[in-house]
């Protein structure tokens, strides 16, 4: 609820989290990832790597290591890949608090995406190590098809993550409860620093109940920023983490009055 002085027609209560608005930059980074992006440098990498001899032992411990990782992953891909059905099926929810809620969740998302990178890149070369030097010629050509498929899965993941991050960014711009509650907010910190500014400077001269009264009124001002600090925090986090672009009017004067309330 805005304080005195301001509608609380559509100011509702925070759905602030602790998000970390940096790190979807490069989760979000990853959603665009493609095949070619994951086994960059897997060529030119195993041929100029010669490697020594390695022991039986040695290379079975090896490939149990990348069935392992490989199985997770295809796990986590499929898991994920349901996730994103779900999110696409249900559509873009109306109220702004839903709306938040659905972007946070993706932001999550995306930071799970982005650390399996790490993991599926591995397997690319790994597993294409193991291949080729393979004396199985049917195990090799079955791990190659899953490479493929695995790498398949993981565009297909990310197209969807990014046609989702799409929807969203689309629905909070055209959110009418989203610029409603903006503008309420900049009203009210208008209307706050003219309040301010009229009562300065103070005069320690006055009667103590004329300094008390001023004393009470700072101080409830003062908690009235505190109440609509989280809001400001959300509305913030929530256009940060769909990294609104400049590239329109609307994203370029949402982005403005945001930063006014930061």
Known sequence: TLPSGASNETVVTSSTSSAVSTSTSSAVSTSTSTTTQLSKGVTSEVATEESPAVSTADRRQDWKQLEGDLWRLELWLDQANRILNQYLSQGIPSSIEQLEESIQDHREFLLNLDSHKSMALSINVIGTHLAEH??????????????????????????????WQTKLQKALLENSEFHHTIAELLEWLETTRRTVEEAEPIDLTEPKQVLLEKYNKFTDLKKDLHRCEPRVVS????????????????????????????
Not at 139 to 156: C, G, P, S, T, Y
Request: proline letters at 0%; aromatic letters at 2%; glycine letters at 0%.
């Open 134 to 163: 393979s004396i199985d010629e049917a195990q090799a050509a079955q791990l190659a098809d899953r490479l493929a498929k695995v790498n398949n899965d993981w565009d297909n993941v990310c197209e969807k993550a990014t046609d």
């Open 235 to 262: 509305l913030q986090e929530a256009a940060d983490q769909l990294e609104l672009q400049a590239d329109s009017v609307t994203c370029r004067d949402v982005k403005v009055k945001l930063r006014k309330l930061s």
